[in-house]
């Protein structure tokens, strides 16, 4: 499998290793680099030694004498060194990174790939010092330490603060959601994140995508500084395509697609990239909720349990919940079987189009305003495409390429926008 191999000579061990034990580093380096070329893969030198390592005549020239195409990143900044390698590395579509350096080294860049990478990157260390006995008298560690942790997660937040955005945040707001709420529902503009089909305000990371929780987080800081709010102030729910709902301060389930609570400046979110993020506003009882619904959460009842749950924990009536159905697939461009169509076929016919065909099209908003009506929300309380006196926020994700991401459309390395709510601090109908 294609891979590349990065030769990390960032750190400075030879105070504590002997020279004996660097001959033996460009030893398996110099083997390791040979067999590279003969498999044509890239390979990357990564930092630089200290001074003192150089006097042992361990210089990044030495290293490309080894080998015509090895290409030298030089930085202070591991974070760079890394996102770079990992730029580069999306550009060419590989996932396989072998990394040459010391053991101590080794935990440290350990957690710089937690941060900067996720899983669908898959990392393979090769240590060069591995034998305290053979050089020298130190051994080395077997575990980061609190302020190394601290150190890292400062250093890769610096580096992406200071990258620049691609594009400009815009967020589209309802007019039905009154002012004592903040709310909005974000496009796909304004961050940093720079594969295609994640670019550029992604904001969720998922194990089988290659946007990392570090650059999620710092488009979550974005859009906060443009919209009012903290990161620490924000909660997403944990998707599972199920009707969990957690009220904020009683215990969290392990996953949950929908959240409600009556706490001020708590800013509570839903993601969508096809699936719909649902707001829900009571101004009477102060109380909000959101909900992540796809088209198996939609049939499992998520809408359902989230406003049971405002309900059941808050006091609020359903006559006076107000609820907003954000960008997400539209029936013209989300189909499903035959089996699954008639589940909502069975919510109501004019849910499914082109019934009887092998993939009938498939209207999950609908479907969502129909058992929002049942459970007692006014009609004129919910705000989807059906609207048509107010600006709509129900565009299909799939069709505006410009402003949403869409898993429909862009395939399994999709981004991800989200609706977001809290309730102001003193604020008034």
Not at 22 to 36: C, H, N
Not at 45 to 70: D, M, N, Y
Not at 144 to 164: A, C, H, K, W, Y
């Amino acid at each position: 499998m294609a891979k590349v191999i990065v030769v990390d000579l960032g750190s400075d061990p030879s105070s504590e290793y002997s020279k004996a034990c660097f001959e033996a580093f460009t030893g398996k380096i110099s083997m390791i680099l040979g067999q590279a070329d003969e498999m044509h893969e890239p390979v990357y030198l990564i930092g630089c030694l200290q001074q003192s390592s150089s006097a042992l005549g361990i210089t990044p020239e030495k290293f490309v004498s080894l080998r015509k195409q090895i290409r030298v990143l030089l930085d202070s900044s591991v974070s760079a060194l890394l996102y770079t390698i990992k730029r580069e590395l999306d550009s060419l579509d590989l996932s396989n990174i072998v990394v040459i350096t010391s053991h101590n080294r080794m935990i440290i860049l350990q957690k710089y790939q937690e941060l900067l990478f996720t899983p669908v990157y898959l990392f393979e260390y090769v240590t060069v010092f591995e034998d305290p006995s053979t050089f020298g008298s130190a051994r080395p560690g077997t575990n980061i330490t609190s302020r190394e942790i601290t150190d890292v997660t400062e250093e890769v937040g610096t580096f992406l603060r200071q990258l620049p955005a691609v594009g400009e945040i815009t967020v589209l707001k309802s007019s039905l959601v009154p002012d004592c709420f903040s709310h909005g529902f974000s496009t796909r503009m304004g961050g940093i994140s720079y594969i295609s089909t994640l670019s550029s305000l992604n904001l969720f990371s998922s194990s089988r995508r290659r946007d990392p929780k570090a650059v999620v987080n710092e488009n979550i800081r974005r859009l906060g500084l443009q919209m009012g709010f903290q990161p620490h102030q924000f909660h997403l729910v944990k998707t599972n395509h199920a009707s969990d709902v957690w009220v904020i301060g009683e215990e969290a389930p392990e996953s949950y697609d929908g959240i409600v609570t009556n706490q001020v400046n708590v800013v509570i979110a839903a993601p969508g990239a096809d699936c719909m993020p649902l707001l829900f506003t009571d101004p009477v009882e102060k109380v909000i909720g959101v909900a992540h619904a796809g088209w198996k959460g939609t049939l499992m009842g998520i809408a359902k349990a989230t406003v049971n749950a405002m309900v059941s924990r808050f006091g609020s009536k359903t006559e006076n919940i107000l609820a907003v159905i954000g960008p997400s697939v539209g029936s013209c461009c989300f189909k499903l079987d035959q089996e699954s169509a008639k589940e909502f076929h069975s919510i109501h016919p004019h849910c499914v189009r082109k019934d009887g065909t092998p993939k009938p099209f498939i209207n999950i908003r609908l479907a969502t305003r129909v058992l929002l009506e049942r459970e007692g929300l006014v009609s004129e309380h919910i705000h989807d495409d059906t609207v048509t006196d107010i600006p709509s926020v129900t565009l299909c994700t799939s069709c505006h390429s410009d402003m949403f991401f869409s898993h429909v459309r862009d395939g399994t390395n999709f981004g991800t926008q989200i609706g977001f709510l809290w309730i102001k601090d003193g604020g008034k109908v």
